[in-house]
């Protein structure tokens, strides 16, 4: 027993040994095109960039004050720069060329009845024929990118660039593991496919439907549900689309990780995330094991039919009808701001969609009622994603977090505040951006609710929000659907996970309820926390300006020559005046009077929907501008937010925070001293435009 | 030995061949001959392994052909249309038939490149149909198989290359007892070089016979009787000759029989004809005789 199946194990690699060696002499003259053209791309760029800037980099007479390490360092960066820029538009283009070619070579026989005639009737199975040929193509295309990645570190090595070897063989392993990916979907799509053509095509069609299908999905989901946050991330988009997916890789900015090195950067993030590669292993294998099941039962005959495997031509033809089917039905709905239209559209994308990639795949319209079935059946999975939305998205608009599980809430809350108390004033103005030392952003810190009964404030208000403004059924035209407000409550659980909502909503005086849920959130103590204004101190304002203008006027003064005494004045002013009780920050709450208005003017300008623009009080906006302020400067309130923060922003290349800047305050009315204060020490600036009289 | 029963193959609706059975015996050269469409060439394909049966099965030394490749080591199939690939030149095909064929002989190859002549190094694409047909059928019989199964095979060869292929393979059947299957729609093609023939039609066989059996055993005869021979006196011949096919114009008669040429000559001077003559039927003639027999228009069958 044990000795016939070792036999036919022998056989069996003895047919894949025979495919293999003849499939590598076969497509020898590709290969020797495609390994010039490698080493051409990868080392020889590396050392046109080493010889090029070399001597530029060596000579300290350039670089005054930096010392020989730090120069050493720049130089590396130029050369990666250029290497990763190769990468992601040469190499890229390469690979896919040569990937295809190969792909066709390979396994363009089973299109064809004469060359099936051949390979099926061979004395090998099918497996081995297969994975004879599949192996060979992936020999033919990974072994030149493993030597030219040697020939770069010795190229490095031969100049004395002081390269981290890790940075030239990580990409290498992302692009074999990409390169695996593509060959082994290219080869999936050429097994289910009966000729040439329809299986370019149709990898073609999945690799840019799914991201176009992926997209407007998330458009639909937006436009129905009021809340809605995309969680829709760079890899969902590739998700099918290991050539979406290698640009991913190839494309990414990688010249932070190779000149801050790992100290600040998590290197396996900076690469790719371990879900993407696990997920790109896990796919490749499944690709795999279905193209040889299917390669196993598929018909000789199947060769010039189109597909061998009607199923999956279905599955991408209702893809493709869906998405296109909600994209004209959002295009014409957002047009007509109708409901009817967008369902008109939909069913009009649709069939286009499905009639066109029929005609386009078999060149007729033959048998083509025989498919209006299949059509039936996705605009039936598109018409249950659609009714889901209706009805709240399972649930998605009104889910709250259970206030035990809540850990903290971010936010960040309309421009127009609930009062005109302090508390209203500083919830406005807390957002502070962080960025790191090489001036790049990081991210925004907004307020922070950590005390219980802040959080049970807050759900409260987004409770009342929700069932006051939001109660259903959910239809993504002919609401008032858009606001400048924009406003974001991100709940944090005690287990990290997160719920974000975001809402563009606008406030009216007769919401009185919700003013006063508004008004409970915004409270001193909870807010001061997390406002710079309390870790201010007169040096990190930047400057002051004013600026006046109106439709046909336009008027700008600053002053950011400051000095010391002038900021203490200035900021010791409007303190003042802010502690005062006089203190009064205009709100804008909307009246009926301009929401009938913003009604009428849906499609119109949306700035007539800002309340502050509508202000006719003044027009006259004063200024306090905050500078950068140091990371070590920070009030350990903040500090201790920034570090939460820090944990949950999984970014690639998220940097160390280095400083942050504060919001510009704007001086209320009531701050009377502190704005002449300001018209004194401002200049003007530019020139004072008068539209009137230049037309 | 070739073991078809019952086979069925199937395209979507069309059924290709419907239950067909028959055998081919080990060291025969077996014609398989119909009109285009017939099934012949997918007969040919499933014998190779090309095509998986639908129902029914193909035996060949007592194994199905369908991914089974010890076996298929022993089949090939010339088709109608031999594939190349682009730049292909006899000497890369048999390097690829040396690499995957364990019986590739280079001192056979050499003889029929040698016999043939044609150029190792052109471009398989670059020659005529004929050639390429006859590179095909180098690299084939250069693997020494035990089944060779060619698809209309004499298509675009001169009359000198008819008979020296015919010549060759004749000499590897005697040598080697090969089995050769050769589809084709030309009847007079095969006549002199098969020793069994099947005819296949509409998916189905007709008839499949060894052919000097079927030549031998089947005859026509033309005969004149003064006078002419009555009702009594007819059907005592049917009952006596196996008759096909019987024409009476006044005093003369012309049939053919299924009867050896001793059989049929003895009973028509039974009835003392004025003159008569009894002569074989050739392959066209004894298709055409069976066909109409079986009440088909052989018009219609072979083209």
């Known amino acids: ?695 | 030995m070739i073991e078809i029963s019952s086979f069925v193959k199937r395209f979507d609706k069309l059924v290709a061949l419907n239950g067909i059975s028959f055998n081919i015996a080990e060291g025969s050269i077996f014609g398989l001959v119909g009109s285009n469409g017939a099934g012949k060439s997918t007969l040919l394909r499933s014998l190779c392994g090309v095509y998986a049966p639908d129902g029914g099965e193909i035996l060949i030394d007592g194994q199905t052909p369908y991914e089974n490749p010890k076996l298929k080591s022993s089949v090939i199939f010339v088709p109608d249309f031999p594939y190349y690939e682009p730049q292909a030149t006899l000497k890369t095909m048999a390097k690829f038939y040396h690499t995957i064929y364990p019986d590739w002989s280079r001192k056979e190859y050499n003889r029929l490149c040698g016999l043939f002549g044609l150029n190792q190094k052109t471009r398989i694409h670059n020659m005529s149909k004929g050639m390429q047909r006859q590179a095909a059928l180098i690299c084939a019989l250069a693997a020494q198989p035990r089944y060779l199964l060619l698809d209309e095979v004499f298509d675009g060869l001169d009359p000198v290359m008819r008979q020296l292929l015919k010549r060759i393979i004749s000499e590897q059947v005697a040598e080697r007892n090969m089995t050769v299957v050769i589809a084709s729609h030309n009847l007079r093609e095969l006549e002199d070089f098969c020793d069994h023939v099947g005819l296949i039609h509409e998916g189905g066989v007709i008839f499949e016979q060894e052919l000097d059996a079927l030549r031998l055993g089947i005859h026509k005869a033309q005969a004149v009787f003064q006078p002419p021979l009555e009702f009594q006196q007819l059907d005592w011949l049917k009952e006596r000759l196996d008759i096909v096919k019987l024409e009476i114009r006044g005093s003369m008669i012309s049939l053919v029989a299924r009867k050896d040429q001793e059989t049929v000559e003895n009973v028509l001077n039974e009835l003392e004809p004025v003159f008569s003559e009894t002569l074989p039927l050739s392959l066209e003639e004894v298709f055409i005789s069976e066909m109409e027999a079986a009440g088909y228009d052989l018009n219609k069958i072979i083209s």
Request: aromatic share 14%.
């Open chain 1, 1 to 695: 027993m044990t000795s016939t199946r070792s036999s036919r194990k022998e056989r069996t690699q003895a047919q894949f040994s025979r495919v293999y060696r003849w499939e590598l002499n076969s497509t020898r003259m590709l290969s020797l095109f495609y390994t010039i053209a490698t080493l051409v791309i990868m080392p020889g760029t590396v050392l046109m960039e080493i010889l090029s800037n070399r001597a530029y980099y060596s000579n300290m007479a350039n670089w005054e004050g930096e010392t020989k390490e730090v120069v050493q360092g720049y130089f590396i960066n130029t050369i990666f720069s250029s290497y990763n820029r190769v990468l992601s538009t040469s190499m890229f283009v390469l690979l896919c060329a040569f990937l295809f070619c190969f792909a066709g070579k390979s396994f363009g026989y089973m299109h064809t009845r004469r060359s099936v005639d051949l390979f099926h009737a061979l004395p090998v199975k099918r497996a081995p024929l297969l994975m004879g040929k599949y192996l060979a193509g992936l020999t033919a295309l990974i072994l030149p990118q493993v030597v030219a990645t040697a020939l770069c570190q010795l190229v490095c090595v031969i100049y004395e660039v002081g390269v981290e070897p890790v940075f030239f063989w990580q990409r290498l392993g992302l692009m074999v593991l990409m390169t695996v990916a593509a060959f082994t979907f290219a080869m999936l799509f050429m097994v289910i496919s009966g000729t040439l053509p329809s299986a370019y095509l149709s990898m073609l069609s999945l690799s840019l439907g799914w991201p176009f299908a992926v997209n407007v999905a998330d458009q639909t989901m937006a436009q129905f549900l009021p809340g809605y946050v995309s969680v829709i991330s760079g890899e969902l988009y590739t998700l099918f689309c290991p050539f979406g997916a290698l640009l991913q890789v190839l494309g990414s900015d990688y010249t932070r990780y190779v000149f801050f090195g790992s100290e600040e950067v998590d290197a396996e993030q900076a690469m790719a995330s371990p879900w993407f590669i696990g997920w790109w292993i896990v796919l490749s294998v499944v690709m795999l094991v279905v193209a040889l099941l299917y390669y196993n039962r598929r018909k000789s005959e199947s060769a010039e039919n189109f597909f061998s495997f009607p199923v999956i031509r279905g599955l991408i033809r209702g893809l493709l009808a869906m998405a296109v089917g909600l994209e004209a039905g959002l295009t014409l709905g957002s047009m007509l701001n109708s409901n009817r239209a967008f369902l008109g559209g939909i069913l009009l994308g649709a069939m286009t969609t499905h009639i066109v990639y029929q005609f386009v795949l078999t060149h007729s319209f033959r048998g083509f009622w025989k498919t209006i079935p299949a059509f039936g059946v996705s605009m039936v999975v598109l018409g249950g994603f659609l009714y889901g939305l209706y009805t709240g998205g399972l649930g998605y608009v009104t889910r709250l977090p259970d206030l035990a599980d809540v850990e903290r809430v971010e936010f960040c809350l309309p421009t127009t505040a609930a009062d005109g108390s302090k508390e209203g004033y500083f919830s406005q103005h807390t957002g502070m951006s962080v960025y790191d030392m090489r001036e790049d952003y990081l991210f925004d810190l907004d307020p922070v609710f950590t005390k219980e009964s802040d959080i049970a404030a807050m759900e409260e208000f987004h409770r009342e929000l929700v069932n006051t403004r939001y109660p259903g059924p959910y239809l993504p035209f002919e609401k008032l659907d858009y606001s400048n407000y924009d406003s974001n409550i991100r709940y944090t659980m005690k287990d990290g996970s997160t719920q974000s909502r975001n809402y563009w909503f606008y406030l009216m005086d007769s919401d009185t309820e919700l003013l006063q849920r508004l008004a409970e959130v915004q409270k001193l103590d909870t807010i001061q926390n997390c406002c710079p204004f309390y870790s201010m101190d007169a040096q990190y304002i930047a400057d002051v300006n004013m600026n006046d203008y109106e439709s046909t006027y336009e008027y700008n003064a600053y002053n950011n020559q400051l000095t010391e005494e002038e900021k203490q004045l200035v900021w010791d002013t409007f303190v003042e005046e802010l502690n005062s009780t006089d203190f009064f920050y205009e709100p804008k709450l909307m009246t009926e009077e301009e929401l009938e208005l913003i009604r009428q003017r849906q499609n119109e300008d949306s700035s007539m929907m800002d309340g502050t623009s509508e202000d006719t009080s003044t027009r006259i906006y004063y200024y306090i501008t905050v500078g950068h302020i140091p990371m070590e400067e920070v009030s350990p309130e903040l500090k201790t937010l920034l570090e939460q923060k820090q944990q949950q922003e999984t970014q690639l290349f998220a940097g160390a925070p280095s400083y942050m800047t504060g919001p510009d305050f704007p001086i209320p009315e009531c701050c009377v001293k502190t704005r002449q204060l300001i018209e004194e020490l401002t200049e003007p600036y530019g020139q004072r435009y008068d539209y009137d009289e230049m037309e």
